[in-house]
């Protein structure tokens, strides 16, 4: 059977010894961010995750969500008992900020918090994540009032929040939205038309949802430049606080889908509810995209806890199962076969999955200080490089962590064999839950448009050279270092050919948007590639001082030699795909496929 | 809604323009393979696929089989209408031999409607895809009798079949069955034991379904030396030929599963049935053999076929939805957007998905043609040939096909974004289904495992040898031919990586088991990559050659170049990693993952 353990040891490893979040004291949320505190948080955390989210994963999925005729929606047996002891114990309070009632822990420490639920049970995951980031774009965007009517329930999960964006004419292009909002003279809105693929639209977990919902107000310029948001309580709050009138939106029916059954994926009807514009009129994308980088980079978590849950169950399964007898020769000559770790073909498959999972943590957390530091720095360079970094690796840490977390939970299914088809061992759902990821939040095509279309060229592509600059300095201070030459050595052959692929883009992207376009996918993945080797050389530098104390240390020298010399070859595959351009990829017309 | 329509023109091209099999017609069933014949019988049989198969694959999908109470097994409505259809019109003998009762068409004539039956619906035609193997099967290692009694059932598919090989421990390593047969004094056996995993091992369309199934003899030698094969009819069949008494075997349960729903998936008990040895006592592996290599093809081939639905299904999506406008400027100026299949971000999956499969399908049908020529042709250098290049390729198409087979129908389902990931659009099915391709009939480990240390070293490498003579020999007589300057020079390439990596495997892999192992998916990888090259080759000779006439050869040249310069580069990759060898891989303690 499946089973899930919060890999706490190797969370503390990157937020205290490759990171040291605990020199960062002078930093709102982080004076008691010591790696004992950490310990216990992270434990504690991980015990929840473990005992209380994952004994429900497969019940989610086995019985999915189900609308009752008056609209309402049930979610999985055991759902609802778990969210409120997951909101009366505070957990949803870790990372939420002080002066709504919650911890105000860093942000890197609660996403290892939100990395185990994800794993635990993605698809009950969701209905707190989708909460948090609807509580971070009313922080971002709304009213004093707003903040106060809505900022304290969300923040502690007793609400829940919905992000309304999708319709069925548009979901990537955005500026296609129908919704239309028809001012009131009590200076509401009323809000009229359907939303698709809204995560938690409707529940039974929490008493009032509070939806964000784009749409345009009445005689809106056309395209993006109308889009307003707007704040539609399911129930409208009472004077004192309290859930009151029913409001005009419901649930019209729940999408049938490949996985993640556990989360309500409906399509919610707003038919004249009763809404309140949040920010300025026609400026409800800005709002949005503020809350976008977030929730991006919580979609690229999502990708490596379904690929770190998927590895410990192969690793599981490579010890226990026997199969064959190792190529050189008998290991296990009290049982019947050897168990099939032995085999040099299914230790590639857990290598990589290793490498990858153990990078793409660093890289998450790596990420997710610089969002720590981009809000809270006294320092205004600090900010302002935190801003460049978050905004430049948000698309490719998205993409990257779940086009290979989807991967890898494949090379985690295909160790099972025939096991890994079935619904007993989990792998399958795991596999099946995965697959949004690649798709939420923006298409992985729509990460490398975003990332080759705005985010490089950004102030003159300052955050991109930043980072150039700071490997080339960690290669050159290093270089002599031993115990480390295979990762600074690919380190070295990374950082050129990311540059290489930069210049390219420069000089051939300009003239033909096309080339652009044709060559984005496969700079996402050279720039992830080389990011993660990046993760690695700092990891090894940690590593290699520690070395010899602990295998612990042993492994993470040896895993980041492997993710150089096994995994990284594939940077210059991608190179050479994008300097194709897009020539023979626009050639043939359309009606001819 | 999706659709399936079959590509005929495709397959003709590849039949008739490049494989030419109308030069074939002093052999055995090859008189009638004429380019029009050809037509009538591709026609007829995508008409099948489309209008019969393709319309109860969804409902196969949603409502799977059932188990009653009595161990009988429902198949999902209309699959039985639709099995006796396809007996009742001989569709099933098109491809079996004439003393059977078949219309002995060409193997590769046959793979083509097998191809079809999978894409449009890959749950059901696993019936009849099983009865054959188990036909063949019989047909290679059963007496006269045997024959004469189950064969011509079989072949019309009056009678299923199936292959009892996996035991609950034991899938890859067939050496550890438990299963016994207890000879009797009639020369029977009782066969006792239980197999899991058994396609169709129970259903309501046969009147009779023929198991065979691997067991071992009281007191047989212990390994896979002392496994034996034996039939044990579900009816024991009367001295007439009608099937009698029930036997002791039934099925004890249905898997549940990631896909193929519509497809029994059964544990199969035997309780002292009665079985008869087929072929020798000890040597059931044998058999077992003769047959796999065809059903491995087969494999390989679902794999393209998934592929092909999910990409005829983007391709659909791609020129109807819209969204957002093109990087150039407004394509269609009458819409609220352009097509998405304008953004090359876009356009990259499908050329991806057509260059693969287009050169996925020639593989096939050239291999099967080999398949042809090992069994009929009267000039034996040719069958040993032929038998060769079947032995060599076997591993190869089933693994490369089925893995970028998965591969490409997740970017069909990509393309869809949001729409991929619900049911309605079938996508996510075809992707679940397609999955299974990667592990049964022998996962892809163990594909590439038998390719390194089976198939390539056989008669001292004579079969490799020999094709990378066939493709030395083709760029040496093409090297000057305009028009197919690209494909050629990347033949060039793959064919010198290919004999890099043969060569370092070679001097590598004697001496250290575990470098062949390591070295083994990387090496089948670059050999698929490889051979997809060369089929390019081939399909761009004869379009360059007909190009003018008519855009269909156009699209062959332009998609051959996007395949060298797109899909090749990645054959790199996999040298580079293969010849990093098994040191780092197997460094790691196995309790310390």
Redesign the interface.
């Known amino acids: 059977m499946p089973r899930y353990d919060a890999p706490v040891r190797d969370m503390q490893f990157i937020l205290h010894d490759v990171l040291s979040i605990q020199n960062y004291s002078n930093l709102p949320g982080f004076e008691d961010a010591t790696p004992d505190l950490g310990d216990a948080i992270l434990e504690e955390s991980g015990k929840l995750a473990k005992e209380a989210l994952f004994p429900l994963n497969k019940i989610g999925d086995v019985q999915g969500c189900v609308r009752n005729a008056d609209a309402s929606v049930k979610t999985p047996d055991g759902f609802k008992e778990a969210y409120a002891q997951m909101v009366d114990n505070g957990w949803l309070l870790l990372g939420k900020s002080p002066d709504m009632g919650g911890q105000g822990l860093p942000y890197v420490v609660n996403m290892a918090a939100n990395e185990m639920n994800s794993s635990a049970n993605m698809a009950f995951a969701m209905y707190p994540g989708l909460t948090s980031g609807a509580f971070e774009a009313l922080m971002a965007g709304g009213s004093e009032e707003q903040k106060a009517m809505y900022g304290p329930n969300m923040a502690s999960g007793k609400w829940a929040g919905t992000m309304n964006l ?1 319709e069925p ?5 955005l ?2 939205i129908k919704t239309k909002a028809v001012p009131q003279a009590d200076g509401s809105y009323k809000i009229t038309g359907q939303k698709i ?1 809204i995560s938690g639209g409707e529940q039974d977990l929490t008493e009032n949802i509070i939806h964000l919902v784009l749409a345009r107000i009445e005689g809106a310029p056309e395209g993006i430049k109308g889009i307003s948001l707007f704040v539609v309580p399911k129930h409208i709050v009472n004077e004192d606080g309290t859930p009151g009138d029913r409001n005009a939106c419901s649930c019209g029916g729940l ?5 993640i059954h556990g989360n309500a994926t409906c399509v919610m009807n707003y038919d004249g509810a009763t809404g309140w514009l949040v920010g300025e009129e026609h400026k409800g994308m800005r709002t949005m995209f503020v809350m976008m980088n977030e929730a991006r980079l919580g979609v690229g978590m999502q990708g490596l806890a379904q690929a770190e849950i998927a590895y410990q169950n192969a ?1 599981d399964f ?2 226990d199962r026997v ?2 007898r190792s ?2 020769g008998v290991q296990a000559p009290d049982k ?2 050897d ?1 099939v ?11 990589d999955q ?1 490498a990858f999972i153990e990078g793409a943590r660093a890289f998450t957390y790596w990420t997710a200080l610089y969002g720590d530091l981009h809000h809270k720095s006294p320092d205004e360079k600090v900010r302002e490089k935190a801003g460049d970094y978050m905004a430049l690796m948000t698309p490719v840490l998205k993409a990257f962590l779940t086009d290979r977390g ?1 991967k890898m939970a ?1 090379e985690a ?2 160790i099972h ?2 096991s ?5 061992w989990g792998l ?1 759902q795991f ?2 839950d995965c ?2 990821t ?3 939040e923006g ?3 729509i990460q ?2 975003d990332l080759v279309g705005r985010k490089l060229a950004s102030n003159g592509g300052r955050a991109v050279f930043s980072f150039f600059a700071e490997m080339d300095d960690f290669i050159g201070t290093r270089a002599r270092d031993t115990g480390q030459e295979t990762v600074i050595e690919g380190l070295n052959a990374a950082n050129e050919h990311m540059q290489d692929g930069t210049t390219w883009l420069m000089q051939n992207g300009m003239s ?3 080339n ?3 060559a ?2 496969d700079y996402l993945q050279l720039f992830g590639l080389t990011a993660l080797t990046y993760m690695w050389a700092l990891m090894a530098k940690v590593a290699v001082e520690k070395k010899g104390d602990d ?1 612990f240390y042993d ?1 993470k020298v ?2 980041g ?2 993710y150089v ?2 995994i990284l ?2 940077a ?2 991608h190179l ?2 994008l300097k ?1 351009g ?1 020539e ?10």
């Not at 890994?420 to 007993?424: I, K, L, R, S, V």
């Open positions: 999708t004419q548009c979901g990537t292009d500026g296609l693929w999408e049938e889908k490949m996985g690793v490579a010890n199969q064959g190529l050189t019947p076969a168990p770790i032995v085999h040099p073909d299914v230790r590639r498959m857990l290598m290793k989807f494949n299914l295909q064999g025939g890994g088809f079935t619904q007993e399958e596999v099946r697959r949004i690649l798709i939420y298409t992985n095509g490398a448009l033909d948007f096309n652009a376009g044709a984005s996918s295998p492994d040896l895993t030699q492997y010399s096994r070859p594939e210059a595959s050479a795909k194709t897009a023979l990829m626009m050639a043939m017309p359309a009606d001819r496929f």
